[in-house]
């Protein structure tokens, strides 16, 4: 079966690094908020080209903390999309904020400028822009709109580790970006991890208090904060990960092109395909069938697993109920939910299995 992720078959050196760094840590004899941590944290903020890495627990924290960093809670509107996981509109929640959802782009199932425009409201604070799929796109008229509206722009980088937009970094765009490295993101650690990037100073000293119980220092609390560290080991696994992740996103990339060049059907549709190769990093590759059960079925048979990102758009879930949404409605993203498919795409994929997938698709009437 070609899995959609398969660690097992990772490069063995991959694995001797991460056991060797395990020692490493085990050794220091240090567990929490350490030298792992803190130079996990220098490294990945220079790779997003920003000043100040903050590591936290996971990506959910990293926005949520974002928000609260920048004083956004209750009765404030903060706008996102409703195609996401769900931690993007749970962070925002959490935060005491009330989300706002807008609508996608239905080539790119990224969220759509003129829905959100229409959401819009005396009380909107900010916006937490998702890089979904991994793909940024129109990052000049998301900059221009919060400029001149005195919104926060938060970017959800959850899926769009070195994803760059005219040469800037994911997350080195709006006041701060949130990084998940949840196993099964382009980066991911051996458990929770994750990280807010910022240019802001203000930002990541209260972010750096937030996640450590609101302490400025030792037994000094000026503020309710929460516990969401990175811990050593998991900094050291992002370490090692991180020397391999220039080769796995250009993996992802030709296992992209290929899908673009091969894929050939006229039961499935393929999303917008980037202009500029560097905007895009495929955490995921998403087509849209209107007969989606029946080709996951078809591609199941072929020993290939294929899975729906997302299925049930946020609006839809029980805690959103009463959520405030375009005044437009939701159409795209309800037609996405309904049709589109994940195939897999993920480093550890040999040129054969790529070409499975292919003939899986296309031989799918
Ligand atoms: C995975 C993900 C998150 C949440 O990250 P966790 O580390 O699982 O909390 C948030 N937003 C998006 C778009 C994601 O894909």
Redesign the pocket.
């Known amino acids: 079966m070609i899995l959609m992720n398969d660690f097992k078959s990772e490069p063995e050196q991959l694995k001797a690094d991460m056991l060797a760094a395990v020692q490493r840590v085990i050794s220091s004899g240090w567990y929490v908020l350490g030298d792992e941590g803190k130079a996990f944290e220098k490294r990945w903020a220079r790779t997003c080209d920003t000043l100040h890495g903050v590591g936290v627990g996971?990506?959910?924290d990293a926005i949520e903390i974002s928000l609260r960093a920048l004083d956004i809670g209750k009765g404030d509107e903060v706008i996102t999309t409703s195609m996401?996981?769900f931690?993007?509109v749970l962070a925002i929640y959490r935060a005491g904020a009330t989300p706002v959802l807008a609508d996608i782009h239905p080539g790119t199932a990224l969220m759509d400028l003129g829905s959100v425009k229409r959401c819009l409201s005396k009380k909107t604070k900010a916006i937490v822009l998702?890089h979904l799929y991994g793909q940024l796109d129109q990052m000049d008229e998301w900059l221009a709109l919060c400029k001149q509206q005195s919104l926060h722009l938060i970017e959800?980088c959850?899926?769009a580790h070195l994803a760059k937009y005219r040469g800037k970094v994911a997350g080195s765009m709006g006041v701060a970006g949130a990084y998940?490295f949840?196993p099964t993101?382009n980066l991911g650690a051996l458990g929770?991890a994750?990280m807010l990037v910022t240019n802001d100073n203000d930002l990541a000293n209260r972010a750096a208090r937030l996640r450590n119980y609101g302490q400025s220092e030792r037994y000094l609390h000026p503020e309710v904060g929460m516990n969401s560290r990175l811990d050593e080991i998991q900094a050291a696994m992002l370490s090692v990960r991180l020397d391999w992740l220039e080769g796995f996103t250009e993996q992802r990339r030709k296992i992209a092109r290929e899908y673009k060049e091969g894929l050939s059907n006229n039961q499935i549709k393929l999303l917008d395909f980037p202009e500029d190769e560097a905007s895009h990093v495929y955490h995921l590759y998403v087509i849209t069938s209107s007969r989606r059960k029946e080709m996951m079925n078809h591609l199941q048979e072929k020993g290939v697993q294929s899975l729906i990102h997302y299925p049930i758009s946020i609006h839809h879930q029980k805690p959103c109920e009463q959520i405030q949404i375009d005044p437009q409605g939701l159409r795209n993203t309800e037609r996405h939910s309904e049709t589109c498919l994940s195939l897999p795409c993920h480093p550890a994929m040999t040129d054969a299995e790529v070409q499975q997938v292919i003939s899986a698709v296309n031989s799918f009437k």
């Open positions: 996971n990506g959910l996401t996981a931690a993007t998702v959800d959850a899926q998940s949840y993101k929770d994750g």
